[in-house]
C-alpha cells in the first residue's frame, strides 16, 4: 500500500520542474541552496538539468551543474540532457553540458548517435567521434 502524496509537494515539485522549463536560473538555484535535490525527477525520470537543457536555458544548466547535478542522468526512455541538447540544436547547452563533463557516449540514443542520426558532422567532431 502506497501513501498518497502531499498534495502541497506535488504543488512545489512542479513548480520546481516549470522553473526549470522556463529558464528560471536564480529562483531554481535558490531552491536547491534551500535544500531541494539537485537531481530531482518528474514522473518520466527527467532531471532537471534535462527540463534546462531541453528548453535551452544554458544558464540553468550550468548553475544546476555547478551545485551538484548528474548530468549524465538519462530518463526514463534512455535520453540524457546532452542528446536532448543535440536534437533541439541548443548550442550553448550543448557547451555548457559539456563543461560540466557530461559524456557525449551516455544514454540511449546517445549525443553522439544523436548527432550521427541529424548530420552533425561539427559536433561528431567535438564529441571526438568524428
Known amino acids: 500500500m502506497t501513501e498518497a502524496p502531499d498534495p502541497e509537494v506535488v504543488e512545489l515539485a512542479t513548480k520546481i520542474f516549470d522553473l526549470a522549463r522556463q529558464g528560471e536560473t536564480e529562483t531554481l538555484a ?15 525520470g527527467d532531471s532537471l538539468v534535462m527540463l534546462a537543457a531541453y528548453h535551452g536555458h544554458a544558464a540553468a544548466v550550468r548553475a544546476l551543474l555547478e551545485r551538484g547535478a548528474d548530468g549524465d542522468r ?7 540532457p546532452l542528446a536532448g541538447a543535440v536534437f533541439k540544436g541548443e548550442d550553448a547547452v550543448i557547451k555548457a553540458l ?15 548517435d544523436t548527432a ?12 571526438g567521434a568524428g
Open 30 to 44: 535558490a531552491y536547491v541552496d534551500a535544500g531541494v535535490p539537485v537531481n530531482l525527477t518528474n514522473d518520466r
Open 74 to 80: 538519462a530518463n526514463d526512455r534512455g535520453q540524457t
Open 98 to 112: 559539456l563543461d560540466g563533463g557530461a559524456d557525449p557516449a551516455a544514454g540511449t540514443p546517445s549525443a553522439v
Open 116 to 127: 550521427r542520426m541529424f548530420g552533425k558532422a561539427d559536433l561528431l567532431e567535438l564529441f
